[in-house]
């Protein structure tokens, strides 16, 4: 049977998690570099820079993958919690 409206979207979900999680990596790698610069090394300041910024890129695509999607599909105006009132007033 085709679904054209699923109110939990996988690839939505999983987008939007990839999203999370390169969120909350950039965060960490930006407290760590705020938090105790003078005791790091060169390198290891270097590499959390490097860090920061794939991780920040990579938000940045998981946002714009994200966007894409639901822009396609269709899937951004049915949050979770509303499907069920959405569906039966059609
Ligand atoms: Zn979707």
Known sequence: MPKSESPSCEVK??????FAIAARRFDEAVVLLTN??????PGEHERLWTDSRQALE??????????EHVDAHGC???????ERSADSSR
Request: no cysteine; net charge positive.
């Open 76 to 82: 951004a105006k049915l949050p979770t919690g509303y």
């Open 13 to 18: 979900r999983r987008l939007s998690e990839q």
């Open 58 to 67: 990579r938000a940045d695509a998981a946002a714009r993958a994200y966007k």
């Open 36 to 41: 105790h610069p003078s005791q790091m090394t």
